[in-house]
């Protein structure tokens, strides 16, 4: 039933909240399950098509606005549990990766050689936890897309270019997309402003992973992910391949074709 209101809503919450907690949700489990836009557009209709015939042994005892506002605070009021329970699982796991290892909390009156051994277990255990959080970012970077690093660079709330404390992670993500800027051949144009500007940002970020993507095959350069995919870009560009793609591009961008919400020192890294 939750999964029926969601999809019904989503339409109309996307065109007038395009950038609201629930749609980026929504656009982000589309993109994961490959789901297009138009399927859930259709199912939207057919939901909605449902709920509004009235039973014919009664009458409608509300308007249609009326039962339209007390629909959509219903859905509010679950969507706001169900991010209050997600935001605890979270508070509790995070607790759980991040909690210390309990024998270095553990309370002894201690000599001073024990309490030299302790700060040195204190410091190898902060840095196996240290190197811990960076293997997962490591995983999360190379498992990534190059469609899906775009999407993210352009539409996480707040933006990696304003607040991101993997360092790593924010360079390469950088690289990687003002990688892809080179294959869009007509520019793009992404206006946060804009009602449509996440599914803008997708469709652009598509067709810049697909001409990348062939130009690499043309070259005999297999597919791949995040960190995988970065080093055959860097490679081209160290090799001069990627010279012409780099001056059209500067072209493209003194002509006016191309505006992009991102700040100037994250746009030319060549």
Request: proline share 5%.
């Amino acid at each position: 039933m939750l999964t029926a209101i969601l999809i019904q809503n989503f339409p109309e919450t996307s065109e007038r909240y395009p950038m609201s907690p629930f749609a980026s949700r929504m656009r982000s489990c589309l993109f994961a399950e490959n789901v297009n836009l138009s399927e859930l557009l259709s199912w939207s209709v057919e939901l909605k098509r449902e709920t509004s015939l009235p039973p014919h042994d009664e009458k409608e005892p509300f308007t249609r606005e009326i039962q339209l506002i007390n629909h959509q605070n219903a859905v509010i009021s679950q969507l706001l549990e169900t991010n209050k329970e997600l935001s605890h699982r979270v508070a509790q796991l995070e607790r759980r990766l991040c909690r210390p290892d309990p024998e270095v909390l553990q309370v002894n009156t201690p000599t001073i050689a024990d309490t030299h051994g302790e700060v040195a277990s204190s410091g190898m255990h902060a840095a196996s936890n240290a190197e811990t959080c960076s293997s997962k970012a490591k995983g999360r970077s190379s498992s990534k897309s190059a469609q899906a690093v775009w999407f993210e660079w352009y539409t996480k709330t707040p933006r990696l270019w304003v607040s991101c404390n993997d360092r790593k992670y924010k360079s390469q993500t950088k690289q990687i997309v003002a990688f892809m800027r080179l294959f869009l051949p007509h520019g793009f144009k992404l206006d946060p402003s804009s009602s449509g500007y996440a599914d803008s940002v997708l469709s652009v970020g598509k067709e810049a992973e697909q001409n990348m993507q062939c130009f690499l095959c043309s070259r005999g350069m297999k597919r791949k992910l995040g960190s995988g995919l970065l080093k055959h870009l860097r490679l081209l560009l160290r090799e001069g391949a990627l010279k012409e793609l780099i001056a059209q591009y500067r072209a493209r961008v003194a002509v006016g074709q191309i505006v992009d919400p991102a700040p100037e020192d994250t746009k030319d890294s060549f």
